[in-house]
């Protein structure tokens, strides 16, 4: 349990101007967006409650395997609460990823002042109550640990990215909570290697997966991680820990994949079918227009993945992969054109020309000054750090750059990119105040 008031003081400033952007962006903003959620959310929730299930065809019970559970059903909830009027539920989401942001907070200094690697004295274990001068030589530090937090803390609350695609909705906003709470959890593992602590990262891992697929290949990769860090642990207590992790997660998982065999007849189904194949090879993506590009059209059983039943969307998914599989290898000069265009441009074919240039300055400046962060936190000595941010932000965005394009990193990332940038900020302002940044280890 972390003591620290300063740093709980510091949580609460970051929570306080985070949802002060976020509740008055919720108003100004609520009336321009339409009052129903995209992607089959507003449908998904309707169903539920309705009594027809996990359906999102309007008004009937076909099971879908299109999406994730965890938004839908969070969706049904506030629409059962609140009604149909959607400011509420941006005003709430506002508040989730400030407390996101706050997190952020608990996050930078978990990793400034603990590290990754196994506590060795209970004061570190515990994250101190009090600052003395003593405490915290290794690492960052404390007073540099809770400054550096500060600062983490406030550029995701500040993060225009953030504060738009909260209040337009959608599951970014859990997605990135659940997200910060898995690496909450996975790093307490590290300094706690033990089966409980492993469990809770396993059991946040899960929910995580069930807000999206995509998760699912964060669990054998923070498994991994786990292992090299806690090296000087028993290898029984590690072996122990990534078994724990594993039953956790399917203990939250496996019950969705059984229902998700069961509705396609026996498929199976990773959570959600993502219309992957659908998206990434059936259409050519341009500022022109959608057209097929495989030699395809859809069945009599076919159609957009959005009205297909759960048995039909999967076949289809299977038959377009085939052929687009078959495709690309036969004319791998037009495939790869192909795939280059569909990176550079989806972007600006679903956000317009405006917004596509803010994104392409951001992007390419956030990663910039996250990478001399990177390098001035690796100097220091934080490199289990370093690896464990790089590792995550590079996963997310090799599965997101199909769909988003290589332009626009995932805004799943923005806690960790705010993490370096953290750093960068910082250090700059130790220069010009004659400190230093961290001390080495």
Same mark, same amino acid.
């Given at each position: 349990?972390?003591?620290?008031? /300063?740093? !709980?003081?510091?949580?609460?400033?970051?929570?306080?101007?985070?949802?002060? $952007?976020? &509740?008055?962006?919720? =108003? @100004? %903003?609520?009336?321009?967006?339409?009052?129903?959620?995209?992607?089959?959310?507003?449908?998904?929730?309707?169903?539920?409650?309705?009594?027809?299930?996990?359906?999102?065809?309007?008004?009937?019970?076909?099971?879908?395997?299109?999406?994730?559970?965890?938004?839908?059903?969070?969706?049904?909830?506030?629409?059962?609460?609140?009604? /149909?009027? !959607?400011?509420?539920?941006?005003?709430?989401?506002?508040?989730?990823?400030? $407390?996101? &942001?706050?997190?952020? =907070? @608990? %996050?930078?200094?978990?990793?400034?002042?603990?590290?990754?690697?196994?506590?060795?004295?209970?004061?570190?274990?515990?994250?101190?109550?009090?600052?003395?001068?003593?405490?915290?030589?290794?690492?960052?530090?404390?007073?540099?640990?809770?400054?550096?937090?500060?600062?983490?803390?406030?550029?995701?609350?500040?993060?225009?990215?953030?504060?738009?695609?909260?209040?337009?909705?959608?599951?970014?906003?859990?997605?990135?909570?659940?997200?910060?709470?898995?690496?909450?959890?996975?790093?307490?593992?590290?300094?706690?290697?033990?089966?409980?602590?492993?469990?809770?990262?396993?059991?946040?891992?899960?929910?995580?997966?069930?807000?999206?697929?995509?998760?699912?290949?964060?669990?054998?990769?923070?498994?991994?991680?786990?292992?090299?860090?806690?090296?000087?642990?028993?290898?029984?207590?590690?072996?122990?820990?990534?078994?724990?992790?594993?039953?956790?997660?399917?203990?939250?998982?496996?019950?969705?994949?059984?229902?998700?065999?069961?509705?396609?007849?026996?498929?199976?189904?990773?959570?959600?079918?993502?219309?992957?194949?659908?998206?990434?090879?059936?259409?050519?993506?341009?500022?022109?227009?959608?057209?097929?590009?495989?030699?395809?059209?859809?069945?009599?059983?076919?159609?957009?993945?959005?009205?297909?039943?759960?048995?039909?969307?999967?076949?289809?998914?299977?038959?377009?992969?085939?052929?687009?599989?078959?495709?690309?290898?036969?004319?791998?000069?037009?495939?790869?054109?192909?795939?280059?265009?569909?990176?550079?441009?989806?972007?600006?074919?679903?956000?317009?020309?405006?917004?596509?240039?803010?994104?392409?300055?951001?992007?390419?400046?956030?990663?910039?000054?996250?990478?001399?962060?990177?390098?001035?936190?690796?100097?220091?000595?934080?490199?289990?750090?370093?690896?464990?941010?790089?590792?995550?932000?590079?996963?997310?965005?090799?599965?997101?750059?199909?769909?988003?394009?290589?332009?626009?990193?995932?805004?799943?990332?923005?806690?960790?990119?705010?993490?370096?940038?953290?750093?960068?900020?910082?250090?700059?302002?130790?220069?010009?105040?004659?400190?230093?940044?961290?001390?080495?280890?």
């Amino acid at each position: 349990m972390i003591k620290s008031r /300063p740093l !709980l003081a510091r949580c609460f400033g970051v929570f306080v101007v985070a949802f002060a $952007l976020r &509740a008055t962006a919720a =108003v @100004v %903003l609520n009336s321009h967006f339409e009052p129903t959620i995209g992607n089959g959310f507003t449908a998904i929730a309707q169903n539920l409650l309705a009594g027809n299930g996990f359906s999102m065809a309007p008004g009937s019970s076909v099971p879908t395997v299109t999406r994730a559970p965890f938004y839908p059903a969070f969706h049904a909830i506030v629409l059962d609460v609140f009604g /149909p009027n !959607l400011l509420w539920q941006r005003i709430l989401e506002g508040a989730l990823d400030s $407390l996101t &942001a706050a997190l952020v =907070v @608990v %996050l930078a200094f978990m990793l400034a002042a603990g590290g990754l690697r196994p506590a060795t004295t209970e004061a570190r274990e515990s994250l101190g109550a009090e600052e003395t001068a003593d405490e915290g030589r290794r690492g960052a530090g404390r007073p540099d640990s809770l400054a550096f937090a500060a600062v983490a803390g406030l550029i995701y609350a500040l993060q225009p990215f953030s504060i738009y695609y909260t209040v337009k909705l959608g599951a970014e906003a859990w997605f990135t909570f659940c997200l910060v709470v898995v690496l909450l959890a996975f790093v307490r593992w590290v300094q706690r290697p033990a089966v409980a602590t492993a469990a809770v990262a396993g059991l946040t891992l899960g929910v995580l997966v069930l807000n999206r697929s995509v998760a699912l290949g964060l669990v054998p990769i923070l498994i991994v991680l786990a292992w090299l860090f806690t090296g000087d642990s028993a290898r029984w207590v590690r072996a122990l820990g990534a078994v724990a992790v594993l039953a956790s997660v399917a203990v939250v998982v496996v019950p969705w994949l059984i229902r998700n065999y069961r509705v396609t007849g026996g498929e199976f189904v990773a959570v959600q079918t993502l219309t992957w194949w659908n998206f990434w090879f059936d259409f050519d993506i341009s500022s022109t227009g959608m057209g097929n590009s495989v030699a395809t059209n859809y069945g009599p059983a076919g159609g957009h993945p959005y009205r297909l039943t759960a048995p039909a969307d999967v076949a289809q998914e299977a038959r377009l992969f085939a052929e687009a599989r078959d495709w690309a290898m036969a004319n791998p000069v037009q495939a790869g054109r192909k795939f280059t265009r569909n990176l550079v441009e989806f972007w600006y074919l679903t956000e317009g020309t405006g917004r596509s240039l803010v994104a392409l300055v951001s992007n390419g400046l956030q990663p910039l000054v996250s990478a001399v962060g990177g390098w001035l936190a690796w100097r220091t000595g934080a490199r289990r750090e370093v690896v464990l941010v790089v590792v995550v932000v590079a996963y997310f965005n090799l599965v997101y750059a199909p769909i988003f394009s290589i332009l626009r990193f995932s805004l799943v990332v923005l806690p960790l990119l705010s993490l370096l940038e953290a750093v960068v900020g910082v250090w700059l302002w130790r220069r010009f105040r004659g400190g230093r940044l961290l001390r080495s280890t």
